[in-house]
């Protein structure tokens, strides 16, 4: 999901206005991407719905509302849910923020570099990065010798509390809410914090008061989508939480994975997916989320928010001023010109570790995962490459992957070529369309489609596993395609066509080519979010097709075994290698 | 095979292992589905280990029939639904225990019928071999603690697991009812004999006393070995093969079998499984004595078969389940009233979990 908003150029001149007919003719092409996400979205999830206000004998019954409503402990886990994601949104903007500022100040070349320390963990995926944790938290593990040799004197329990769970949801996403942030700041007219310092004002006073409010649209935008895929998540409580840090998705997995309780996990789908559009529609109504999907900046509404806003930042900027230049007069000038980049560059390392934390656990010689692990040894890279277990996962997730590329390419490439060449309301209702499988919680899309493949003998099927992934990965590469056609220059097109050439061979000389990066990216990206996804793997899948994320997950929870470290470095390995070739691929405006 | 493997640790050896992992799955794979083979689902960790050298690696050598294992669910009754529900026999062979049989069974025909005419089921423990179910292994759960931490003042009963003042220490217990019920109605003073039907108010009255103590609920057999073993908890109840593994490993863990339940594991094939012939040579191939004493070289658990015991190696005796000074504090776990109530005991245990 990371670069979606992030090749975003806000507020960008739209394609040269085509003739009404062209552009009614276009549009005609988002219509397989529509008709795909009405069967495998919309139907899927009304259905769930439906199901859920229907009795055991079928007729219209609230019964299973009262059932659940009865017993205190869903809204409890709603509640958990809900402010887990609430705080780990808030440590993701407070933390991602200097990042994200950071990265907008540096040079294009060294961002560039810089910015993959970000994606990278962005895409190895929250499995790895989660079972890291386990390790280097653990009571005897690594994080509490150095606090121990700190003078700390009993060992600290990290694991299994609710400020880890917290913490390393945040970390999680942090990656997401960096990139999302980072457009908007780099649209900022460089030339207009000078103009305020030549004004006069001191220089907290232009960043809070000039600089921030023109961030503020990356940072609406990243706040919305850290806390609805922060919702859906489930990875960190299970794996770093105890009980009472429960969230809807673990209940879902129970009822519908252990009890096959279709009936209660709809309910629980329905109360999640309310909830999230409601909060979904205040966010609307207090920040605007045009942001989000990338219009013209955030109008920052209506006027008492928009006041209050402003006076809040002059209340800070006013606060920040005084301090610093108190500092300042301490120390004989503004000297915190190293205090940014600390804070960003520390914030990236602690991304960092524990992605390059597993790699040598991959080569210890114990059975068990350890931190620092002890000797040198292939078996367990051995064990995962004799395993057909492992291999088939591994197989299998390649070619799911690869088929959910090639058709999520071809559903957003015609859609993103269709919307990005109309200007009427059917192009912005398009738009929004294919927007939609990010807004949705991605565990109740899961639990849809496992609902209604059940019903049609697709569940536990490759090609459902496929669908699934297509309908979660076409935002992403929607937006990369749309950004690219938007990008390019139709005068082009129409000089070709004055020329002679009829549309197919404009397409095929001319638009295909210039556009040929964004579409190699887009296909890439599909393939990756594939290659990574666990959620609908582990639903649709019926806990028999397995990919190479659902056999990790499942490693981690009945086998913690050293193998899991070998595969995740072969995740690392591919992710790696695609992403730079996508990286490499995406054009630059 | 063999020459392959030689080549390839050769070539892992020697530094070439990134180019070999994004090739190898295509090769391997290939090589996999050349011969026949089976799918066993087992419960992994050294349970796998074990079997792979007591009953995979022997029938591989014997038969040609190569050997592929799955780790099961903690839970893997849905999962057996599915495979035969849908027809996709992602293993032919499967561990179970009897609670998970009679809980099946509640919900239909799940089971290929064994058919094992040259086995006698008065060679084997009692209830080891029915029609639908032959089990190989006998074991026990427990509790593991800390020798390190708890030192000379370990805990003795699930009454001292309950006294946290007079045994400090960082606590965990297994995330289903099963069995924690049971400690839960021990540690209130309920004799082992006299637990069945299990008062499950009382259980949980119980469970209120401890339960700000237990700061992990492991959910597999893994995760208990895990903190266990990495001394994130000090004690636990927990299967005694989990534990020994994190004993023979070298940790300063022991185990105390007072109070403990025992049960026995064993082999199923889903109905309509298209290599159920197959599957039934392995399993008599398992049903042997000897074959059966050689799992307890990496797995404590005891052999099914009456003389299975005769082979077991000396040192490897007094860590079993059935060794003389265990047997008698255990009492068998009743898998038909955990086939019974299970689900509605679980479910309330689960919002009790979450309140």
Known sequence: MSNTTSTLPAGQATAPRDKRRFSIDSIALAAPGG?????????????????????MDGAFSLSIYEQMFGAKIYIDVLVNTFSIAFQATVLCLVFGYPVAYWLSRLENRPRRFAMWFVLLPFWTGALLKNFSWIVLLARNGIANSVLQSMGMEAPADLLYQRTTVIFAVAHTMMPLAIMTMLPSMLAVD?????????????????????????????????????????????????????????????????????????????????????????????????????????????????????????????????IATAISEAFAKVLGGYRFGWLLPTVAIITVLVLLIPVVAFIPMAFGESSFLEFPPRGLSFRWMETYLTSPVWTDATLRSFYIALACAVLTAFIAGLGGYGVARSNGKLGSIAFMGFMLPMIVPNIVIAVSLAYFFANIGLLATDIGIILGHTVVSLPVVFIIVLTTFKAHDWRLDQ????????????????????????????????????????????????????????????????????????????????????FVLAEVARPRA | MTNFKMNRRTLLKSGAAGAMVLAAPAILTRQAFAADSLTIGDTGGPYAEAFRLAFYDPFEA??????????????????????????????DVSVMTPEHIDRLNREGDYFEPLNLPNVNSDDFVQGAITDKFAAVYMFAISMGYRADTLGDNAPESWADFWNTTQFPGRRSLYRSPITTMEIALLADGVAIDDLYPLDIDRAFASLDKIKNEIAVWWTSGAQSTQILQNGEVDMLNIWNTRAQTVIDDGAPAAISWVEGHYNLGGWTIPKGSPKADMARRFIEFTLDPERQAKYTEILAVSPTHLKGYDFVPEDKRGNLPTAPGHIEKLRPLDNAYWGENLSAVTERFEAWLLS
């Open chain 1, 35 to 55: 008709l795909f996400l009405i069967v495998l979205l919309a139907i899927p999830t009304l259905s769930l719905i439906g199901l859920s206000f229907q009795g």
């Open chain 1, 190 to 318: 460089r030339t207009l914090v000078p103009a305020s310092r030549t004004l006069g004002s001191k220089p907290m006073q232009s960043f809070w008061r000039v600089f921030f409010p023109l961030s503020m649209p990356g940072a609406t935008a990243a706040g919305l989508l850290v806390f609805v895929s922060a919702i859906g998540f489930f990875i960190t409580p299970q794996l770093l939480g105890g009980p009472r840090d429960t969230v809807i998705g673990q209940l879902l997995i129970q009822q519908v994975t252990q009890m096959l309780n279709w009936r209660l996990a709809g309910a629980i789908a329905t109360m999640l997916l309310a909830v999230t559009l409601i909060f979904v529609l205040l966010y609307d109504r207090v920040f605007g989320i045009s942001s989000v999907t990338g219009g013209a900046s955030a109008k920052l509404s209506s006027g008492p928010v928009r006041d209050f806003g402003h006076r809040v930042l002059n209340l800070i900027a006013m």
């Open chain 1, 495 to 578: 000089a070709a066509a004055t020329l002679g050439a009829n549309r197919f061979q404009v397409l095929r000389h001319i638009t295909l080519p210039m556009c040929q990066g964004g579409l190699i990216a887009g296909f890439l990206f599909g393939f990756l979010h594939s290659f990574d996804e666990l959620t609908i793997a582990m639903f649709v899948g019926g806990g028999l097709r397995q990919t190479l994320p659902k056999q990790m997950w499942d490693d981690v929870i009945l086998s913690v075994s050293p193998t899991l470290a070998a595969a995740s470095l072969v995740v690392l390995l591919v992710v790696t290698v695609l």
């Open chain 2, 62 to 91: 014997e038969t040609g029939i190569r050997i592929n294992n799955i780790v099961l669910s903690p839970d893997p009754v849905p999962q057996y639904q599915m495979l035969v529900d849908t027809n996709y026999f992602l293993m």
